[in-house]
């Protein structure tokens, strides 16, 4: 299946030969140059003129996700892309190789979000049926796409498991271009003759392969109506090493006095370290009411400005400017903890898993010499 990270993806299948010759018959093939293709243009924002991605989900599809053969990174990758872009993503779904769920979902999901993807099940084999159920969801058929056949075959002369395939095979790979009718083919990568296939101008579907997938998500951004760049979020993480229980309660009035500043406020438990309380925001300039805040229920962070002008009839208000650094500057002194960069949020993560791992590996010696022990003590009795 095309989520499995240890299939060949189709821009990378030509490193090693099917046959897995090495040393002198490898060494005796001219080096050849791969080929570059043209990618296409950026089309009209399917959105409307002026309007942006504002809301996500992914749908992940396969049975070896979900019979745990395989560990999907896809929907992380995705979920990274829209908070670096300032999407919401809502919902991230995992389904089966099943046309009837893919159906459903697709249809969904598309009609309630900006920007929807999947993962998943555009390979040559018969569980591979992502294209012909998105084909039925919205419907249409599904025809063979000329073009993509074309850089498959250009691309099939850099691979010598290719040259030797039967029409059987050769067919099989022809799926990989057989597409809905009316979706848009976006060629996104010039080293990639795998397209992004999008319909309704919303749903793009993207290959399984962990690398692939990665690479063709990042490539598509040029192509996507993306929200401005100053309406980006902005993350800060505080650590602390006290109970989760220590600081609930303060935590709890924080997220009541930032939310209507669409600031969110969480607490992630880190096991055998501590915990990572985190701001999640926009440095934007408010209007809440017609008066500054009392000092008694001022927002952390917030520094009021000069009056604006008022228009005729109308009081002027005041304005605030909710910034995320001094609130967690607060958390700091409130929490007992300190603000830490991403690397140092990985640190932490990676400290805490190996932690886990030794404790777990430790019970199961444990387990052993105690087990090890009963069957001495079981001998000597016998005997």
């Not at 872009?85 to 099943?98: M, N």
């Not at 951004?221 to 309406?231: D, M, N, R, S």
């Amino acid at each position: 299946m095309s989520n499995d990270s240890s299939a060949k993806s189709p821009s990378t299948a030509a490193a090693t030969p099917a046959d897995g010759t090495t040393g002198v018959a490898a060494a005796s093939e001219a080096p050849r140059t791969r080929p570059r293709f043209q990618i296409s243009p950026v089309p009209p924002n399917p959105l409307g003129e002026g309007r942006c991605i504002r809301t996500a989900a992914a749908l992940i599809i396969g049975d070896e996700i979900l019979n745990g053969k395989t560990r999907d990174s896809n929907s992380n990758v995705f979920a990274q892309y829209c908070f670096e872009h300032g999407i919401d993503l809502k919902r991230i779904e995992v389904i089966p190789d099943d046309e009837n769920e893919i159906i459903e979902a697709a249809r969904r999901l598309t009609s309630k979000y900006d920007f929807v993807v999947t993962s998943g099940g555009i390979g040559p084999t018969h569980d591979d049926i992502t294209y012909e159920s998105i084909a039925k969801a919205f419907n249409t058929k599904v025809v063979h796409h000329q073009e993509t056949i074309n850089r498959m075959h250009i691309m099939n002369q850099y691979r010598n498991w290719a040259l030797t395939q039967t029409e059987e095979q050769k067919a099989a790979q022809h799926r990989m271009a057989l597409f809905p009718e009316t979706a848009e083919v976006i060629y996104v990568d010039p080293e990639i003759w795998v397209p992004v296939v999008r319909l309704e101008g919303k749903l793009c579907i993207l290959p399984g392969i962990p690398g692939l997938f990665q690479k063709m998500l990042h490539a598509l951004t040029g192509f996507l109506p993306l929200p401005p760049k100053q309406e980006r979020p902005l993350r800060i993480q505080i650590f602390t090493e006290r109970p989760e229980s220590m600081i609930a309660p303060y935590l709890t009035q924080l997220q009541e006095r930032l939310k209507p500043h669409g600031i969110q406020v969480g607490s992630y438990p880190v096991l055998y370290k501590g915990v990572f309380v985190s701001l999640i925001g926009r440095d934007l300039a408010t209007s809440p009411s017609a008066s500054p805040p009392s000092p008694a229920n001022a927002l952390p962070g917030t520094q009021p400005s000069e009056p604006r002008p008022s228009s005729p009839g109308r009081k002027a208000r005041m304005k605030t400017r909710v910034w995320l650094a001094e609130i967690a500057r607060e958390v700091e002194k409130e929490v007992g903890g300190r603000v830490l960069s991403e690397e140092e949020v990985a640190q932490q993560k990676e400290a805490s898993r190996t932690a886990m791992e030794n404790k777990r590996t430790g019970q199961v010696e444990l387990q052993a010499t105690a087990t090890k022990s009963e069957a001495n003590a079981q001998v000597k009795a016998k005997y």
